[in-house]
C-alpha cells in the first residue's frame, strides 16, 4: 500500500496545525460560522443531529493493521467505542466533541491518516475495487492509478470551490466492483494490444436524479489520464450550475448538454493541457507502482485436503467457506471478506475490539493489511488456505463471521434519522426487521445473491438506487414512510431501480420485501437471480403481489 514520503507527512500536519487555529478562533468568537463552516468540512467534520460527525478518509480503501489499532484507540478516546464503514470506503466517528478534533486528526496523521476533502465541494475519496491486486478476473491493478488521482486532486487549488461534491471511481477488473456508472467520473481500465489504456465515463451518480454515466473517452493513453480528467473537471467548474445545488452535479450538465457535446467540450479544453506540466511520465507512474507490489507470498498447494475434511464435519464452516471466501489469483491463497452484518448491529458499525481484533488477525493471516468495501465490509485480501479454518474459528469469535455476504441479510445501509440531520426517516430500524424476518441461513442461500440497498433520504448514501431492492425513506406530513425501488444495480451491467409505488409503513416493509422474494421465487428459473427474474418478468407481477387489488 501506499507510504507517505516527507512532503506527504509534511502537508497532512500542517493541515491539522491549520485547523487547529481555526477551531480555536471560532471557539474563542473570532471566526464566524458560517466561515468555520466551510473549513470544517472540508476537514471532514459535519454537524449532525446529535452531534458532530467525522469522515475518515480510507483512500481506495485500504488500511494497515497499525493504523487500524490507531482507529481503534481513537473510537475509545474520542468517541463512543464504535466507528461506521461507509459504501465510499471511509470510516466515521458519530460523537467526537468539536473542540477534541485537532487532537484526533493529530492522531491520525501520525499514523498517515486524514480527513482532508472527504467533504465540502471538493474532490472526494477515490475509491477503486475492494480486490485489487489479488482477483483473478483482474486486467490491471487499479490502486496506483487511484493513488496517482488522489494526489492530483488533492489541494487542487481549481477545484476546491466546484459546483458541488465530486466523486471519483477506477475499476480494473472485468466485474465492476467499484460502481464507476454511477460515479462523477469513472475510470474503467482496458486493454488494447497489449497496451494499458482508460475509458473514462461522466455524468453518472444517484441522489435525487439518478443517472449512469455515459462513455466520454475510450482508448485513453496512461499519460494523458490527469490532464483528461482536468479537463473535464474544467468544463463542470465552468458550466456546472451554481444557482440550485440540486441542479449541480456534473450529472445534471452532461444531460442537459448531452453527452456528445460535454466530449466535445472537454476535448476542446483538453487541447489547452494535453503534453503539458500534468503528463505523466513513465517515472511518476513506476514511482506509484513500486508501493504496490506482490506481497512475500509461500509457495502452496492450491488444494488443501483437510479443509474438505472440515467442510464435511462442520456447516458453519461450510457456509462461510461458500459465501464469504473467493477464489485469489495466487495458488493457495483466498480473499476473505468479514461481512459485518450482524442481526441488530447496524451495517457497516464496528467496535473499538473488533478493530484491535482485526488488525491482531491481519498481521497474523494477510501481510498486515486490510480492505474496506463498498457494501460495508472488510477484506483479509491474502489468507493462506491452510489457514482458513483457524481464522474461521477466531472470526466466530469476535462475531465476524456471518456467511451472509452477498444475501439478502447483507444489507447496505446509511446511518438514517437515528443521527443524520438530512434524513427523512430512520434506516438502522428497517435493515434490523428485514434481517430478523430473514433469519434461516439456509433459506438464504437458496435465495442466492440479493442486493438490499436503504437510504433514509434522497442523498441515496445508502445507494437504494441500485439495489435490486431499494428501500427509501420519505416524509409524510412528519409520519416516516419508505417507497421501495426494485430491478437496480451497481456492477457492470448497472442500472437504476424503478419505483413499485405507493409508500409504505415502516412495520410494513419486512412482509413487503417477503412478498417480492416470493414473486421471484414463483418465476425464477433454475438458479436465476432476482436481478435476472426481474429483467425478464418486469415489474407487473411484483407490482401486483404488494398492491392486490
Not at 481506495?60 to 484507540?73: D, V
Not at 452484518?341 to 473499538?352: E, Q
Not at 442486493?451 to 441515496?460: E, L, P, T
Not at 438506487?465 to 417507497?483: C, R, S
Request: negative net charge.
Amino acid at each position: 500500500m501506499y507510504v507517505y514520503d516527507k512532503y506527504d507527512q509534511q502537508m497532512v500536519d500542517e493541515r491539522v496545525a491549520q485547523y487547529r487555529d481555526q477551531t480555536r478562533r471560532f471557539l474563542d468568537g473570532t471566526l464566524p460560522d458560517e466561515e468555520f463552516k466551510h473549513l470544517r468540512l472540508r476537514n471532514g467534520l459535519y454537524i449532525q443531529r446529535l452531534a458532530p460527525m467525522l469522515r475518515i478518509a480510507i483512500p481506495y480503501g485500504m488500511l494497515s493493521s497499525r493504523q487500524l489499532r490507531k482507529l481503534a484507540h481513537i473510537t475509545r478516546h474520542y468517541d463512543r467505542g464504535y466507528a461506521h464503514f461507509t459504501t465510499r470506503q471511509n470510516i466515521q466517528l458519530n460523537w467526537p466533541l468539536l473542540e477534541q478534533v485537532p487532537d484526533l486528526l493529530e492522531e491520525l496523521a501520525s499514523v498517515e491518516m486524514h480527513a482532508i476533502q472527504t467533504s465540502g465541494n471538493c474532490i472526494r475519496n477515490v475509491t477503486s475495487d475492494q480486490y485489487a491486486g489479488v482477483a483473478p478476473d483482474e486486467i490491471e491493478d487499479s490502486r496506483p492509478w487511484a493513488e496517482l488521482i488522489r494526489q492530483w486532486s488533492t489541494y487542487h487549488p481549481e477545484f476546491n470551490w466546484l459546483p458541488r461534491k465530486f466523486k471519483i471511481a477506477v475499476t480494473g477488473a472485468e466485474r465492476d466492483r467499484a460502481a464507476v456508472q454511477v460515479h462523477d467520473i469513472g475510470v474503467r481500465i482496458t486493454r488494447v494490444d497489449g497496451e494499458t489504456r482508460f475509458d473514462v465515463l461522466a455524468g453518472g451518480g444517484l441522489g435525487r436524479t439518478p443517472m449512469i454515466a455515459p462513455v466520454i473517452k475510450t482508448g485513453l493513453e496512461p499519460e494523458h489520464l490527469l490532464t483528461y480528467l482536468e479537463a473535464i473537471l474544467r468544463v463542470y467548474n465552468r458550466y456546472g450550475r451554481r444557482d440550485n445545488k440540486y441542479k449541480a452535479r456534473i450529472k445534471i450538465l452532461v444531460k442537459a448538454m448531452t453527452p456528445e457535446l460535454f466530449a466535445e467540450k472537454v476535448a476542446e479544453e483538453w487541447q489547452h493541457l494535453k503534453g503539458g506540466a500534468g503528463t505523466l511520465t513513465t517515472a511518476e507512474i513506476d514511482r506509484v507502482r513500486q508501493h504496490f507490489t506482490v506481497p512475500d507470498y509461500e509457495v502452496l498447494e492450491d488444494h488443501v485436503p483437510a479443509i474438505d475434511d472440515r467442510i464435511a464435519d462442520n456447516s458453519g464452516f461450510s457456509n462461510w467457506l461458500k459465501q464469504n471466501v473467493k477464489p485469489h489469483r495466487q495458488p493457495g491463497y483466498s480473499i476473505v471478506n468479514l461481512a459485518l452484518k450482524t442481526t441488530a448491529i447496524a451495517p457497516g458499525d464496528v467496535t473499538d475490539e473488533q478493530l484491535e481484533i482485526m488488525a491482531d488477525l491481519a498481521d497474523r493471516y494477510s501481510f498486515g493489511e486490510l480492505r474496506v468495501t463498498h457494501e460495508q465490509n472488510v477484506i483479509l485480501a491474502d489468507v493462506p488456505k491452510k489457514d482458513l479454518y483457524a481464522l474461521w474459528q477466531e472470526l466466530v469469535s469476535a462475531e465476524l463471521a456471518s456467511p451472509n455476504l452477498g444475501l439478502l441479510t447483507d444489507i447496505i445501509c446509511c446511518p438514517g434519522g437515528d443521527y443524520c440531520s438530512l434524513a427523512n426517516a430512520k434506516s438502522i430500524p428497517v435493515a434490523e426487521a428485514i434481517q430478523r424476518q430473514f433469519d434461516d441461513l439456509d433459506y438464504l442461500h437458496d435465495l442466492g445473491e440479493l442486493d438490499i440497498n436503504i437510504s433514509g433520504c434522497m442523498n441515496a448514501c445508502g445507494h437504494h438506487h441500485v439495489g435490486n431492492i431499494g428501500i427509501l425513506g420519505v416524509d409524510k406530513k412528519g409520519e416516516e414512510f419508505y417507497q421501495v425501488s426494485i430491478g437496480g444495480s451497481g456492477y457492470e451491467d448497472a442500472s437504476i431501480a424503478t419505483i413499485l409505488g405507493p409508500s409504505f409503513a415502516q412495520d410494513e416493509i419486512p412482509d413487503v420485501v417477503q412478498t417480492l422474494v416470493n414473486v421471484h421465487l414463483a418465476n425464477r428459473q433454475g438458479e436465476e437471480r432476482f436481478i435476472d427474474t426481474f429483467r425478464r418478468i418486469g415489474i407487473a407481477p411484483y407490482k401486483a403481489a404488494v398492491y392486490p387489488s
